[in-house]
């Protein structure tokens, strides 16, 4: 029982490329999010999945792009990365039943 | 969502009780309050949640006053180990999907 996987654990872009950021989880839950942690600062929602095939936005969604590809996997895609997209990345799952999130252990994303 | 008010930093010694209050006045009635703990560079992790009263599980006690305006996170006897960061959150968990984290409380214990 894994929980929730992320891949990569580390990348490093250039200004413009893009990438998308992978995010399964094994616990059944219906619930997934993708947070930013900028260094010294708490966590801010970017988008969040209530169930397979919904997605809304966060608190800062600007730049990003999120899929619910099926009920295990939740991913993060940046179109064009820009500096300020330079961040530790942390998706998150949790049962609909249930008040507690588990988290990965974060993508750590620079982009030059 | 409610919003939450917590010291930015608090500085402890090992052996000693730590008590971490959150405020959060406009809290709803069918708001729960919840904590968070995250150790550097690993994604937070649940701690303990509450709706009024006391609460304890094998990690901490969370008290809530009959109001609920403000929650107190308490922490016995802290170890090195204990430093991190703590969020306080506050929201209708079982009807609202959204999770929102604030800044947190920067934890550090001395030896």
């Known amino acids: 029982n894994a929980g929730v996987t992320q891949t990569p654990k580390f990348q490093v872009l250039k200004t413009g490329q893009s990438m998308t950021l992978q995010c399964a989880q094994d616990?059944?839950?219906?619930?997934m999010y993708w947070y930013r942690q900028d260094p010294g600062m708490g966590l801010r929602l970017i988008y969040y999945?209530?169930?397979?095939?919904?997605?809304d936005k966060g608190e800062v969604p600007n730049g990003y792009n999120v899929s619910r590809l099926n009920k295990r996997e939740f991913s993060l895609r940046l179109e064009s990365a820009a500096p300020s997209q330079t961040s530790v990345y942390f998706c998150?799952?949790?049962?609909?039943?249930?008040?507690?999130?588990?988290f990965g252990q974060g993508t750590r994303l620079t982009v030059v | 969502l409610a919003k939450t008010t917590q010291p930015i930093s608090m500085d402890s010694y090992e052996g000693q009780e730590v008590n971490i209050t959150c405020s959060h006045n406009?809290?709803?009635?069918?708001?729960?309050i919840t904590w968070y703990q995250q150790f550097p560079s690993q994604g937070p992790r649940f701690i303990i949640q509450?709706?009024?009263t006391k609460v304890t599980n094998e990690v901490a006690s969370l008290f809530i006053p009959a109001d609920r305006k403000s929650s107190t996170l308490s922490l016995p006897r802290v170890s090195l180990s204990d430093t991190a960061v703590y969020y306080c959150?506050?929201?209708?968990?079982?009807?609202?999907?959204?999770?929102?984290f604030g800044k947190g409380t920067r934890l550090h214990i001395l030896p």
């Open positions: 406009n809290i709803a009635t069918n708001d729960y």
């Open positions: 998150a799952s949790r049962d609909r039943e249930d008040t507690e999130a588990f």
């Open positions: 959150l506050v929201g209708d968990t079982y009807r609202d999907d959204k999770i929102i």
């Open positions: 616990m059944n839950h219906n619930s």
């Open positions: 999945s209530a169930s397979e095939g919904t997605t």
């Open positions: 509450g709706y009024k």
